[in-house]
């Protein structure tokens, strides 16, 4: 993919990561925590808005003020009966989609659900 993700969270600790490894980037407040695919957590001092700028484009979406997730990485999603689509991802974490994004993601979990061969 990209050049490497370099994170300092902590003072003299610097972590090249490879975007590759990350699943999913949740927001809280001036921190980001980002989870990798080893199952290691990191909490950055970084905020998901610069974040959000920094990923790669059309590797990972930005679905709400709170998480940019992998679309790959959705294992099942679901439209509530109050209008709220919410998806499920791989690493168990249920997200719900934001009103604004809610159109483009459905159209997308919906041609990738007829591509399925299921």
Known sequence: MNAPLHLCPRLQRLHDISWEDVLLMEGQGNYTLI???DGQKILTSKTLKLF???VPS???WRINKTYIIRPEQITHWHDSAQKHLCVTLASGHTCEVSRRRRPSIKRYLKSAQAKSPN
């Open 58 to 60: 059309g590797s990972f």
């Open 35 to 37: 989870h990798l695919r």
């Open 52 to 54: 959000d700028g920094l």
